[in-house]
């Protein structure tokens, strides 16, 4: 592997821009975790009650009441989302990035690339945040920042449930908010997301006949299309591209682009810790 990651140095090194693809195995290679002893340790109550063995499956829950359902989601915003900084790995990763012609696309909803130091003017989320709200209707294409929401309700659980006047509600129309994640059509693209949006289309039209490297981290099949299907695309139409997978047990590049792929069966934290040893 110390081949082909000395390779990606030099690729990241010779490359006009970069595009990071991240989805959810470089923050699982960070250290997040969905279940095990952190899913027993905050939600014990939703394996004994109703069986389940990690957080992810736990948040498609048909949750009875309002106030069970934000006992749930709030403590699960507050671990994976404001308990704790950016994780190491990804400050690795902008040390790779910071000085150079990057956009990142991704679908974790962690925000861990603007803690980790990223230009938040280089990012797009389309999947949305763990720390946005939004009408659950939705009336209109806005979202709210829940920290304080959040704070609140975990800071109020009692016997697994919030009290009922912590539930958040709409401004416009009263009706229950709703996380900011896309999961159904009711997903709210507001004013910041159109801009985030818009900002990655220029960046890859802009680029789009330079030496660009598709840089595509702990990205599986769950959603192809957003990052994976595109990078390929992309790589093939520019001759000049070079598509680059990192990933633990699910690499692989089509054959269309296969001589222009660098594709690394491995753990990502452990590639980019080689990529760090190598440009020091």
């Not at 959810?24 to 939703?46: I, P, Q, R, V």
């Not at 690339?113 to 945040?129: H, S, V």
């Not at 910041?192 to 840089?215: C, D, P, Q, S």
């Not at 099949?221 to 595109?230: A, D, E, L, S, W």
């Amino acid at each position: 592997m110390k081949h082909t990651t000395k390779l990606l140095q030099k690729l990241i090194a010779e490359s006009e821009a970069i595009v990071i693809g991240a989805g959810a195995g470089l923050s699982a290679a960070a250290g997040f975790e969905y279940g095990g002893k952190t899913f027993l340790d905050n939600f014990s109550w939703m394996h004994e009650r109703y069986g389940y063995t990690d957080m992810y499956s736990a948040g498609f829950h048909a949750f009875s009441t309002s106030e069970e359902k934000w006992a749930y989601w709030s403590r699960f915003v507050y671990l994976e989302r404001y308990q704790g900084g950016a994780k190491r790995l990804y400050q690795s990763l902008f040390g790779l990035v910071r000085d150079r012609n990057y956009f990142v696309i991704t679908t974790n909803v962690d925000h861990q690339f603007q803690l980790a130091g990223f230009d938040k003017e280089r990012l797009f989320y389309p999947q949305g945040d763990y720390g946005l709200f939004q009408c659950s209707l939705p009336c209109h294409q806005k979202t709210y920042d829940n920290k304080k929401w959040i704070l609140k309700m975990v800071h109020d659980i009692k016997d697994n449930r919030i009290p009922t006047r912590d539930i958040p509600h709409c401004p416009i129309c009263g009706r229950e908010m709703a996380m900011n994640l896309r999961c159904d059509g009711s997903f709210a693209e507001d004013e910041g997301w159109i801009r985030a949006h818009h900002r990655y289309v220029r960046f890859l039209e802009e680029n789009r006949t330079k030496r660009v490297l598709f840089l595509e981290l702990g990205v599986g099949f769950n959603t192809p299309g957003i990052i994976k299907y595109p990078f390929w695309q992309m790589t093939y139409r520019n001759l000049k591209a070079i598509y680059a997978c990192v990933n633990n047990g699910e690499m692989y590049a089509p054959k269309e682009i296969a001589d222009r792929s660098v594709c690394i069966d491995g753990d990502i934290g452990e590639v980019l810790k080689e990529l760090d040893g190598n440009q020091a």
